[in-house]
């Protein structure tokens, strides 16, 4: 290297301002890191032992973040996966936080998956199916559990399970991959994440319901009646668990809860045709960054109950 060389004197300059923004960058999150630990500490004591996940929260700021780098030349996907990352183990010096990923044989796409959204610091457990998910997380084994997203082709609705536990089961509370991109990385199937906490909005969200329908009520009556009451509804599956009835799983825009007055009008005019509302969680409806083609991934693997 020589050392008069101009050029290489400049860039040794612009190293030099890059060493001294990498050192104040390292101040600022060991500064978050102590504030996120106070946080930490107040939440175990209002809560112990409760999990300490944000996600309506964790969303706005992820939006938030890629929005004021709109323009600049760090890409988009590199932003949010870096600030996924901050918060993922932000939440990790909270409280230690285990997960449960469905994983059957020779097929990782969703550790992947909880990877990404956790930060690659996550401790997972793999679980060969999504029943065994379920136990880890209502044993306290597991904080988080990682589940296929539910199609209407599955055979085997692993989300009937949920139902098994009453009021006290684990609820939706993300969907992830959360930040969209295509030509994507890798080709991973869409995933959601449970766990025992309060699913809250996050100002663009949709809700997972299952209505527990008369068999005699047909479908097509149902999405009249949710069209009529203004609630924009997907059916993702529907199971047959009693003779007598139909269990709907349907994805609703928006934050929707059984207490929601639009939806109580609709089941006041269903009638006694419905049997029970059961709402299994939320998510905020990921990113889809500009420019990109965001196609909905195949379901990688069958989930096993």
């Known amino acids: 290297m020589n050392k008069n060389n101009p050029i290489e004197a400049e860039l040794t300059d612009f190293r030099r301002q ?3 923004i990498d050192d104040r960058l390292i101040a600022l999150l060991s500064e978050r890191i102590g504030i996120v630990s106070k946080v930490g500490e107040l939440k175990s004591k209002a809560a112990p032992g409760a999990c300490p996940i944000r996600p309506g ?3 706005e700021m992820v939006r938030r973040i ?6 600049n030349a760090l890409p988009p996907a590199a932003v949010a996966a870096l600030w996924r990352t901050i918060i993922g183990a932000s939440t990790a010096v909270e409280a230690p936080l285990q997960i449960s990923a469905y994983s059957p044989e020779r097929d990782k796409d969703y550790i992947w998956l909880a ?9 997972i457990t ?14 306290g084994k597991a904080a988080v559990g990682i589940v296929p997203m539910p199609h209407s082709a599955d055979i085997t609705p692993w989300w009937t399970h949920l139902l098994e536990h009453g009021d006290n089961m684990p609820k939706v509370f993300a969907r992830i991959p959360f930040v969209q991109t ?12 449970i766990a025992r906490i309060v699913p809250e909005s996050s100002g663009d969200d949709r809700s997972l319901l299952v209505l527990q329908a008369d068999h005699n009520v047909s479908q097509h009556r149902l999405q009249t009646a949710f069209a009529t009451s203004k609630l924009e509804a997907a059916w993702l599956n529907i199971a047959t668990l009693h003779p007598d009835r139909r269990y709907h799983l349907i994805e609703i825009k928006g934050f929707i809860t059984p207490d929601d007055a639009a939806l109580q009008a609709l089941l006041a005019g269903l009638g006694t045709s419905i ?3 059961t709402f299994l969680g939320a998510y905020a409806v990921p990113v889809t960054l500009k420019g990109s083609e965001t196609k909905e991934p195949a379901h990688a693997a069958t989930a096993n109950a």
């Not at 990877?115 to 401790?123: G, I, K, N, T």
């Not at 793999?126 to 044993?139: L, N, S």
């Open 275 to 277: 049997f029970k509302t």
């Open 66 to 71: 890629i929005e004021k780098f709109k323009g």
């Open 57 to 59: 929260r964790e969303a």
């Open 182 to 193: 295509s030509p994507p990385g890798r080709n991973l199937p869409a995933a959601l994440a």
């Open 18 to 20: 890059i060493d001294d």
């Open 115 to 123: 990877r990404e959204y956790f930060s690659p610091s996550a401790q």
């Open 126 to 139: 793999a679980q060969p199916q999504v029943k065994r998910v379920i136990g880890d997380v209502m044993d």
